[in-house]
């Protein structure tokens, strides 16, 4: 799945979390996880997704980047 961090990012500094280090407080990951989430370079998980979700109110459907039918892709 790709997702929109630029949302999580958004949704977390309304919070009070700035960085990836109080996310990993918020969402109570690993801080290494949480630096994935917060750079992009992992997608949340189904039960990381479960914790976004009750912490800053984002679904699974919001972070979700939708695929590009092949001819868009490419182009």
């Known amino acids: 799945m790709l997702y929109d961090r630029t949302l999580l990012q958004q949704a977390a500094r309304k919070r009070g979390a700035d960085d990836y280090k109080a996310l990993a407080a918020d969402l109570a990951l690993s ?3 949480a630096w994935r989430l917060w ?3 992992n997608a949340p998980s189904a039960a990381t997704a479960d914790r976004v979700q009750t912490a800053y109110g984002l679904t ?3 972070l979700r980047i939708p695929a590009q039918p092949a001819e868009q892709a490419a182009a």
Do not use: E, L
Request: no cysteine.
């Open 39 to 41: 750079t992009g370079k």
């Open 31 to 33: 801080p290494a996880t």
């Open 60 to 62: 699974v459907a919001q």
